[in-house]
């Protein structure tokens, strides 16, 4: 049982490149959320999902994307990247559509230069 | 969502017991008070919830006293280990139509030292 994995755990892009940040878990849960952590920022919400198909924004959507086409995978695409969207980067999944469910990723340090 | 307010930082030592309070003067009926903890360099873990009165579990304690407008995250005997950033949410759990919808303030950063 693995949990939450995120790939890649370290990323450094040039501004404008576009990728791909991955998010799989292996629990069957429902719902899938993206973080970003800026330093004395906390943890704010990018997108989120509530099951496979169905997406919506969160507090800081512009520049990512999001889709949710299985129940294990919740990408996050950044399509032109810029140096505001170095961060680190985590993934969330719960099974239950409570606060207290919530399993975590490792996250993923991303740089933009 | 309630807005909390918490201590930005806290310094304790080992084998004290640390109290993070959280004041949350808008708390509706039905919300919950939900704590996560976060490790440096990891994702926030969950690791207590309370409604009203006196919760404990293998990690914590949470004392919410009767008017609810705050809440204490009691850690006992702190280790260097337990150096983290410790988040306090509150929401209306009945119904949550909030799924995947976690919403954190800026937490409180609690440096234990030997």
């Known amino acids: 049982n693995a949990g939450v994995t995120q790939t890649p755990k370290f990323q450094v892009l040039k501004t404008g490149q576009s990728m791909t940040l991955q998010c799989a878990q292996d629990?069957?849960?429902?719902?899938m959320s993206w973080y970003r952590q800026d330093p004395g920022m906390g943890l704010r919400l990018i997108h989120y999902s509530v099951g496979a198909g169905i997406t919506d924004q969160g507090e800081v959507p512009n520049g990512y994307n999001v889709s949710r086409s299985t129940t294990e995978d919740f990408p996050l695409r950044l399509l032109s990247a810029a140096p505001s969207q170095t961060s680190v980067y985590f993934c969330a999944s719960s099974y239950s559509d409570k606060p207290y469910g919530y399993t975590f990723g490792s996250g993923t340090r991303l740089t933009v230069v | 969502l309630a807005k909390t307010t918490q201590p930005i930082s806290m310094d304790s030592y080992e084998g004290q017991e640390v109290n993070i309070t959280c004041s949350h003067n808008n708390i509706a009926t039905n919300d919950y008070i939900t704590w996560y903890q976060q490790f440096p360099s990891q994702g926030p873990r969950f690791i207590i919830q309370?409604?009203?009165t006196k919760v404990t579990n293998e990690v914590a304690s949470l004392f919410i006293p009767a008017d609810r407008k705050s809440s204490t995250l009691s850690l006992p005997r702190v280790s260097l280990s337990d150096t983290a950033v410790y988040y306090c949410?509150?929401?209306?759990?009945?119904?949550?139509?909030?799924?995947?919808?976690?919403?954190f303030g800026q937490g409180t950063e609690l440096s234990v030292k030997p």
């Open positions: 309370g409604y009203k």
């Open positions: 629990m069957n849960h429902e719902y």
């Open positions: 949410l509150v929401g209306d759990y009945e119904p949550y139509n909030q799924g995947g919808k976690l919403i």
